[in-house]
């Protein structure tokens, strides 16, 4: 089992260019998650999926966007980046309540 | 509303002395929380978690939490702490307002054992 992966690991952006993060998870989990994570302000949820075809808004939704077209599969969209949008970006997935979540390795995003 | 505080950014201990990283929560209705570990470079992972229960919690590498209902805590603690411990550590708290397996994380700690 891979468990939780991300594609890319490093990304560096100019304003207002636009990207997509892919995260994969192989444990059918049904629960997907975007967090990003801030010096001093530990992880913040951007969008969650509970189900394939469903999103749903976080704490910190602006600026992205986030598809789930596939079960396995959580796609994180940055149509427009800011400098504010650096920061790295763990995405994780979980069997439903009560079971804990599986983070991936991370994407570091740097914007210019 | 519901969060997490971890009071301390830094935790220095000895190796081989007992270590707690502290964690304070405000929930409306029943508390289920989480502690998590980040070593440099890499993903969260779990450790333990407090549904339900008895009060003592123990989880993975040798830790063990404690829910205290009155003084709305669950601290992280290890008899014996060793250099690989030596991490940044999350509490966190499910939202029970949100949808999925949603969670509110604290700031972290630092935690650094020193040989």
């Known amino acids: 089992n891979a468990g939780v992966t991300q594609t890319p690991k490093f990304r560096v952006l100019k304003t207002g260019q636009s990207m997509t993060l892919l995260c994969a998870q192989d444990m059918n989990h049904e629960y997907m998650y975007w967090y990003r994570q801030d010096p001093g302000m530990g992880l913040r949820l951007i969008h969650y999926?509970?189900?394939?075809?469903?999103?749903a808004k976080g704490e910190v939704p602006d600026g992205y966007n986030v598809s789930r077209l596939k079960k396995q599969n959580f796609l994180l969209g940055l149509e427009s980046a800011a400098p504010s949008q650096t920061s790295v970006y763990f995405c994780?997935?979980?069997?439903?309540?009560?079971?804990?979540?599986?983070f991936g390795p991370g994407t570091r995003l740097t914007v210019t | 509303a519901q969060s997490v505080a971890q009071p301390e950014d830094q935790v220095n201990v000895a190796e081989g002395n007992p270590l707690t990283v502290k964690c304070t929560y405000s929930?409306?209705?029943?508390?289920?929380l989480f502690w998590y570990v980040q070593y440099p470079n890499r993903g969260l992972q779990f450790l333990l978690k407090y549904i339900t229960g008895d009060n003592l919690v123990k989880g993975s590498y040798g830790f063990e939490a404690e829910f205290n209902k009155s003084q709305t805590s669950f601290h992280l603690k290890k008899p014996s702490a060793l250099v690989s411990d030596s991490a940044l550590y999350f509490c966190?708290?499910?939202?029970?307002?949100?949808?999925?397996?949603?969670?509110?994380f604290g700031t972290g700690t630092r935690l650094t054992v020193i040989p």
């Open positions: 994780a997935s979980s069997y439903v309540w009560p079971y804990e979540q599986y």
């Open positions: 966190a708290v499910r939202d029970v307002e949100g949808g999925a397996n949603n969670l509110f």
């Open positions: 999926s509970v189900g394939e075809g469903t999103t």
């Open positions: 929930v409306s209705g029943n508390p289920y």
